[in-house]
């Protein structure tokens, strides 16, 4: 086989959608697969075409339900493993378990590296993941890892709206480096930090802006949108220290409740998250706008594919 026949394409069932995308930019069809549960709840897979010596790429986000979601990616793996594909690549647009990177007390697991542990010894030859909630991520995998930015997607939507006067927020200390880099994005924008202290989890305290809002248009970045207690307590600080406009961006729209109802309370000019967590109809508002990802993950792939600089599309 040619290298472009031996690219296999297999989705999972947490977002096909972005998988059907993926497939459309590389010009290949998704692999045909069996997917099953028995009553009990078990998942059976069945990869339905020869792989054999083929380079084989699985899309699946660890989105809602994050343990069915991963298992179903386990035992994926595990099937192109037992047919003896080449090199298995798991493409995980939305990392699941990654805010547990470390121990900040006792008796703590660290579910992040333990769900590296779990893909590696699954058989995955590589991964492709993109906006880790930690960087250091990376280094729990002993095997290749990728790691890509949905901000280009971002930066050129919030470009071609042409607003003016902006200031770069980040929602937290620990986001600095992330607003940072999205800030030298936008014309060297200048940066403001909101002083946050968390009382326990999912549960954010707002104190103060660090940074001159007063009449710009600030926009709020962080790599997730969970109950979004941080994004919209921020947003109403910014407000009330003056903010013109607000907008929150972020790549993964994870949305658990509350997020709805604290983001469509209209303090918020818009919403603006990619497609790597599919968008329910009932996780959806007026201010919300969910842009793709599909051509950037589709040009990773085939860049991996063919050996080629991945990081040279973000410089």
């Not at 924008?189 to 940074?211: T, W």
């Amino acid at each position: 086989m040619t290298d472009h026949n031996r690219l296999r394409l297999f989705s999972g069932s947490a977002n096909t959608g972005l998988a059907t995308e993926v497939s459309r930019y590389l010009g290949i069809d998704l692999g045909p697969m069996v997917r099953k549960q028995f009553a009990d709840g078990e998942l059976y897979i069945q990869i339905q075409e020869s792989i054999r010596g083929c380079d084989v790429y699985l899309i699946q986000p660890c989105c809602h339900p994050v343990n069915d979601n991963l298992m179903e990616l386990l035992i994926m793996i595990d099937a192109c493993r037992r047919a003896s594909a080449r090199q298995i690549t798991a493409v995980i647009p939305y990392y699941g378990y990654a805010r547990a990177d470390r121990k900040t007390a006792g008796r703590e697991s660290i579910t992040a590296k333990l769900t590296a542990n779990l893909i590696t010894e699954a058989g995955a030859s590589r991964i492709l993941a993109m906006d880790l909630h930690s960087a250091q991520i990376q280094g729990y995998f002993d095997i290749p890892f990728d790691h890509v930015y949905g901000s280009p997607v971002i930066l050129n939507y919030l470009a071609s709206k042409r607003l003016s006067d902006i200031v770069v927020v980040s929602p937290d200390v620990g986001g600095v480096a992330r607003a940072r880099a999205f800030a030298k994005k936008l014309n060297d924008a200048p940066l403001a930090i909101i002083d946050k202290r968390r009382q326990s989890h999912n549960v954010a305290e707002v104190l103060n802006v660090i940074g001159d809002v007063r009449g710009k248009t600030a926009v709020l970045v962080d790599d997730m949108i969970d109950t979004a207690g941080t994004i919209s307590e921020g947003a109403r600080l910014l407000r009330e220290e003056g903010a013109r406009q607000v907008y929150a961006c972020a790549t993964h729209a994870v949305f658990s409740h509350p997020a709805i109802e604290r983001l469509s309370t209209g303090v918020l000019e818009e919403v603006i998250v990619t497609n790597t967590i599919p968008a329910s109809p009932d996780k959806t508002f007026d201010q919300l706008t969910v842009l793709s990802v599909a051509n950037l993950l589709g040009e990773t792939i085939w860049r991996i594919h063919e050996d080629s600089s991945v990081s040279s599309m973000f410089r």
